[in-house]
T-cell receptor, first 111, second 112 residues
Framework: NAGVTQTPKFQVLKTGQSMTLQCAQDMNHEYMSWYRQDPGMGLRLIHYSVGAGITDQGEVPNGYNVSRSTTEDFPLRLLSAAPSQTSVYFC??????????FGSGTQLSVL | GESVGLHLPTLSVQEGDNSIINCAYSNSASDYFIWYKQESGKGPQFIIDIRSNMDKRQGQRVTVLLNKTVKHLSLQIAATQPGDSAVYFCAENHGTASKLTFGTGTRLQVTL
């Protein structure tokens, strides 16, 4: 049981490049979410999904797209990276008791 | 307590002493609260949770206290160990929204 797996762990992009952060969970959780973590800001919700085929915006959705074609996977797409998107990104899934399980994070730098 | 600035508040505790980390939450309608621990370079890890119909909940070496009157949450760690050094976040769930809102965190430093 791997839990929540994120790839890659580190990524450097140039402004305007696109990329996809991958997230997979093997706990059969319906709810999955993406957070970004910036110094002094805590964790902020980007997008979330309550089940396959359903996604919704969180607190800071601009510049990010998501899709949820399967229960296991919830990729986060940056269509045109900007320096303001330099951050650490965490994917999380949630059990029926509202407890979030986090991946190990992706450190993204946009130059 | 929590901070909105760029620098995390830091609590320094001697090994073996008890630690108390505080958190003020914002929404009186929040009905569920969680404490997470985040070690350097890792994702947040669940420690303990409490629902709004409780005032206190105990785990292994940890206790969470909830004071709804003043919207205050605290995490107590007994006999603090070097492995407890980390950043601790509180999070609240706003009723039907089912979305956790996180505080900015407190860094716990355990000195030998």
């Amino acid at each position: 049981n791997a839990g929540v797996t994120q790839t890659p762990k580190f990524q450097v992009l140039k402004t305007g490049q696109s990329m996809t952060l991958q997230c997979a969970q093997d706990m059969n959780h319906e709810y999955m979410s993406w957070y970004r973590q910036d110094p002094g800001m805590g964790l902020r919700l980007i997008h979330y999904s309550v089940g396959a085929g359903i996604t919704d915006q969180g607190e800071v959705p601009n510049g990010y797209n998501v899709s949820r074609s399967t229960t296991e996977d919830f990729p986060l797409r940056l269509l045109s990276a900007a320096p303001s998107q330099t951050s650490v990104y965490f994917c999380a899934s949630r059990d029926g008791q509202l407890k979030l399980f986090f991946g190990s994070g992706t450190q993204l730098s946009v130059l | 307590g929590e901070s909105v600035g760029l620098h995390l508040p830091t609590l320094s505790v001697q090994e073996g002493d008890n630690s108390i980390i505080n958190c003020a939450y914002s929404n009186s309608a929040s009905d569920y609260f969680i404490w997470y621990k985040q070690e350097s370079g890792k994702g947040p890890q669940f420690i303990i949770d409490i629902r709004s119909n409780m005032d206190k909940r105990q785990g292994q070496r940890v206790t969470v206290l909830l004071n709804k009157t003043v919207k205050h949450l605290s995490l107590q760690i007994a006999a603090t160990q070097p492995g407890d050094s980390a950043v601790y976040f509180c999070a609240e769930n706003h009723g039907t929204a089912s979305k956790l809102t996180f505080g900015t965190g407190t860094r716990l430093q355990v000195t030998l």
